[in-house]
C-alpha cells in the first residue's frame, strides 16, 4: 500500500488508475477504523479493480466544544489493517494541506444539512460536504463507500453529488454492530464498561419500533413515544422518522423510512438508525 500525503502526487496516481479504465473505489474515513470500515474496503474490493482509502480527521466538521482535539488517532494500526484488505493507495495528508492559508470556500448543501444533526450540531454537514467534496475531486473515484449508520450524512452527501454533478456513485453499505447489538463507531473508544451497557439502550429503542412497525403500527408519534421509553435513562438529541431522502420528517412509516436516533451517553453523543 502507497500512503501520500500531497494533493498533487494523490491526483496523479488516481488519474493514472483512472487512465487504465478500471473501476476505481474509495473509502474516506477519519482513522480510529474498525470492522465497519473494513466492511466497506471489503465491499469496495469486490466491486472495483483497485480501492483507494483516506484517514483525516476534518476539523470544520467538529464545532468549538466537540471532541477534535481528542478522537482516536491510530494511524500505524490503521495502515496495517488497510493494507492487510487490498488498499492499493491512502491518502493521508495533513490540515494545512487540505486547508491551505487563504482557502475561502466552503460547500453547504442547504435545508438538508440542517436537519437531525444538522440541527444540533451547526455547520457539521458544511464540514462535512466540503471536505468530502475535495476528496472527490482530489481521488476522482467510481465509487465511494460509506456507511449507514451515518444515514443523514448518506443523504446530505447524495444530494451534493447530484447538485454538483459528481461523476460517481455513492454506495450506502450496512450498519456493522458489535455482538450486543451496539452499533459499531470509533466514539464506542469513549465509553466505560457502565456507559457501553447504558449505549445498548439505542439498539433497543430501535429493535422495539422495528417490532411494531412488522406488527402494524405505522404511526410515526406512536412509534417514537414507544422508542423513547427505552432511552428514558439517556439525553436524548433526537428520535425521529423522517424521509431516507430529504431528512423531512413523516406522519406515518412506509417502507424505506428512515428512523434515526441520537443520544448522549455520559460525556459520548451515538447515532444509530435502521430503515422500516
Not at 446530505?156 to 456513485?169: E, G, K, P, S, T
Amino acid at each position: 500500500m502507497q500512503i501520500v500525503e500531497t494533493v498533487s502526487e494523490m491526483q496523479q496516481l488516481c488519474r493514472d488508475l483512472r487512465t487504465a479504465k478500471a473501476p476505481l473505489g474509495f473509502v474516506p474515513t477519519m482513522g480510529a477504523l474498525h470492522e465497519g470500515h473494513l466492511s466497506l474496503v471489503r465491499r469496495a474490493r469486490s466491486e472495483c479493480a483497485v480501492v483507494a482509502a483516506s484517514i483525516f480527521v476534518n476539523p470544520l466538521q467538529f464545532g468549538p466544544s466537540e471532541d477534535f482535539a481528542k478522537y482516536p488517532r491510530t494511524f500505524d494500526e490503521d495502515c496495517r489493517q488497510l493494507a492487510a484488505e487490498g488498499v492499493r493507495l491512502l491518502f493521508a495528508p495533513g490540515p494545512a494541506e487540505m486547508y491551505p492559508v487563504g482557502a475561502a470556500t466552503k460547500i453547504s448543501v442547504e435545508g438538508i444539512g440542517d436537519r437531525l444533526d444538522g440541527a444540533s450540531r451547526p455547520g457539521h454537514f458544511t464540514g462535512v460536504a466540503t471536505v468530502v467534496a475535495k476528496l472527490f475531486h482530489i481521488v476522482a473515484p467510481h465509487r465511494a463507500y460509506f456507511g449507514q449508520k451515518d444515514a443523514a450524512q448518506l443523504a446530505v452527501l447524495r444530494q451534493m453529488v447530484c447538485d454538483l454533478n459528481f461523476d460517481l456513485a455513492i454506495i450506502g453499505c450496512p450498519i456493522v454492530r458489535a455482538v450486543d447489538g451496539l452499533a459499531l463507531s470509533s466514539r464506542n473508544q469513549y465509553l466505560s464498561a457502565e456507559e457501553r451497557v447504558q449505549a445498548l439502550a439505542l439498539p433497543r429503542a430501535l429493535q422495539r419500533i422495528q417490532q411494531a412497525i412488522a406488527a402494524g403500527e405505522r404511526d410515526s408519534q406512536t412509534l417514537v413515544r414507544q422508542g423513547l421509553e427505552e432511552l428514558r435513562d439517556l439525553k436524548v438529541d433526537y428520535l425521529a422518522t423522517v424521509d431516507a431522502n430529504t431528512l423531512l420528517p413523516v406522519s406515518y412509516v412506509e417502507p424505506g423510512t428512515l428512523v434515526a436516533v441520537a443520544a448522549w451517553v455520559g460525556k459520548t453523543r451515538l447515532i444509530d438508525n435502521l430503515l422500516a
